[in-house]
């Protein structure tokens, strides 16, 4: 959801607030009039009406004035402090900017109000939003239940369900959701990469097919399906791509995925140029924030000042000593997917996926660059018992995954900015760091479709110095906690797959299974952008990829130094 409010949203809103009617006229009985004129009464202000400044406030809103929608809320709430209306819409206006703030808002429209459907619906999209399923779940199904013909809780529902690694129960809402409009372009989307995740390829090859037929989000049909094909000679889908993005009647946010789509069939048949002129061209129309590197290079200096080896040691006592957590990180697209595979494919270890907690812990730490407080102020002062707390929470919310499992995995690439605060709640537990060569990684990351947290992959020189920032923390990490990382990289694992594997089982303190090594054959559902090449045996087709880029690539080998493995 975004601070602006979907149709469904406006038209319930006007449904809750209705039209303002006057009042009556009181008609007074005529009589003589006094011979002395009395003095004119002063004319009243006319009541303030909430239900006006609510509708005023969503009219503010859908202009994006969003200050004064919110003044507007908080002037309603100062007479009626539980107005649900205004607590809801104070909601909407903080997803994207303080979701932990909306949560609060929408939590208390949906106490004063249990049975309506929208409230549900809102607080468990935004639980969505932050990743923690459990609640979403819970919310959404309430929304299910009060208004069963509501298909943005049951997209929502299948979506929470799918993060949740329940695909099975995610496929049945969603098909559920589709019983009531079968052209549902998210629900429809969301079901195949449901299907993608489970390894079904060829049912999300037919679903993806029907998609296109049916004219249904074209561009993230077209991406999807290429995406779980390898292709040896030129497909007829990419001529209808390239129909496409020539298409004068395309919306705006078709070309970056069609560009993509087309990009990844041109680099599999080896037409190197013209797979780079689709992946630039996809890169340069999508709409992006740019990313200030000089802000990131700062955010480092500050993570490994307050990160020393002395505020280390002074916080051993500190957290808890389970070995359940594995934290699997690194850049995206290193090989932390194939690594967590590897690793859950043991019987005593679950891999649960890219979690949020942790982030959220280092937001409430003061580690988060929205914090109001000065950086690390709060993990500074943290006192032992906090540390524990801090520590039980984020156990709690990982045993929702695997209740019964002796290692759970956590496996969120950009953890390495975290790896100190991993450090404090957990002194025992596992981090492996996933590395791989450098413009391989980095040419990666610009074929790749990420959202718009990673805007540091719209540029290649920039690319190539944010790469570098990950390469210094994570040297510093090395320096401050010793022996505590195992490093892994891509390329022993292609060249020794046995033997990086059993060095990985040794780390996370467990017996050697030879599940580990058919990892592809493992049931269950991955849900990362790896989730195609994990079900293929280790092929090393990927390793100095960028040889065939490298006249294309310049401006991110030169910033990448002495990094880049020429």
Not at 104 to 125: C, H, M, V
Not at 204 to 233: G, M, P, W
Not at 412 to 429: D, K, Q, R, S, V
Not at 490 to 507: N, P, T
């Amino acid at each position: 959801m975004s601070n602006r409010l979907p149709p469904a949203w406006s038209k319930h809103l006007k449904a809750q607030t209705g039209p303002t009617i006057a009042p009556p006229k009181i008609v007074q009985p005529k009589t003589a009039q006094p011979k002395t004129a009395q003095p004119k009464a002063k004319p009243q202000p006319p009541a303030v009406n909430d239900d006006m400044l609510l509708r005023q406030a969503l009219q503010f809103q859908q202009a994006k004035r969003l200050p004064e929608a919110e003044e507007l809320c908080h002037r309603v709430l100062t007479r009626k402090p539980n107005h649900a209306l205004a607590l809801y819409i104070l909601g909407t206006l903080g997803l994207g900017v303080d979701n932990e703030l909306a949560i609060r808002y929408f939590a208390r429209a949906a106490d004063q109000e249990p049975n309506n459907p929208y409230y549900q619906l809102s607080l468990g999209e935004a639980y969505l939003k932050i990743g923690d399923y459990p609640p979403a779940i819970r919310h959404l199904q309430r929304a299910c239940e009060l208004k069963p013909d509501l298909v943005e809780a049951l997209r929502g529902l299948g979506d929470a369900y799918g993060k949740f690694d329940k695909a099975d129960i995610a496929l049945s809402v969603y098909e559920k959701a589709l019983g009531i409009n079968r052209d549902h372009p998210t629900v429809r989307m969301g079901l195949a990469s449901v299907l993608i995740n489970l390894g079904r390829m060829d049912e999300a090859t037919s679903y993806l097919k029907e998609t296109i037929d049916r004219r249904v989000d074209v561009a993230d049909a077209y991406q999807a399906l290429v995406n779980i094909h390898k292709f040896s000679e030129e497909p007829p889908e990419l001529k209808q791509i390239l129909g496409e993005i020539s298409n004068p009647a395309a919306s705006d946010d078709q070309p970056y995925a069609l560009h993509l789509a087309a990009g990844k069939i041109l680099n599999d048949l080896g037409r190197y140029d013209e797979a780079m002129d689709h992946f630039l061209r996809a890169k340069a129309v999508k709409p992006h924030d740019d990313f200030e590197i000089e802000l990131y290079r700062r955010r480092v200096d500050s993570i490994i000042r307050l990160f020393s080896a002395e505020f280390l040691t002074s916080a051993a006592k500190y957290g808890d000593p389970s070995e359940t957590p594995v934290f699997v990180l690194g850049m995206p697209r290193s090989g932390t997917t194939l690594t967590e595979q590897i690793c859950s494919s043991h019987p005593d270890v679950h891999g649960a996926g890219e979690l949020t907690k942790l982030r959220r812990i280092a937001a409430a730490s003061g580690l988060t660059k929205t914090s109001e407080e000065p950086f690390g102020k709060n993990l500074r002062s943290m006192t032992i018992q906090q540390s524990r707390t801090f520590a039980e929470d984020y156990l709690a919310n990982l045993r929702l995954y695997a209740p019964s499992a002796a290692r759970i995995i956590d496996k969120m690439p950009h953890n390495f900015e975290a790896i100190g605060l991993i450090a404090i709640l957990f002194p025992n537990a596992r981090i492996i760091h996933c590395r791989r060569d450098a413009v391989d990684n980095c040419l990666s990351l610009l074929f790749s479709n990420l959202n718009k947290n990673h805007a540091y992959i719209s540029d290649l020189t920039c690319l190539g110095l944010y790469y570098r920032e990950y390469d210094r923390l994570m040297r510093h990490w090395h320096t401050v906690l010793p022996g505590r990382i195992l490093e892994n990289r891509y390329e022993d694992l292609v060249s020794s797959q046995e033997g990086q594997s059993r060095r990985l089982i040794d780390h996370l303190g467990l017996e050697w299974d030879d599940a580990c090594l058919r990892f592809f054959d493992k049931a269950g559902s991955v849900r990362t952008l790896s989730r195609w090449q994990v079900r293929q045996p280790i092929y090393g087709s990927s390793i100095k990829r960028w040889k065939n880029y490298e006249g294309r690539i310049r401006p991110l080998i030169e910033a990448l130094g002495d990094l880049a493995e020429l």
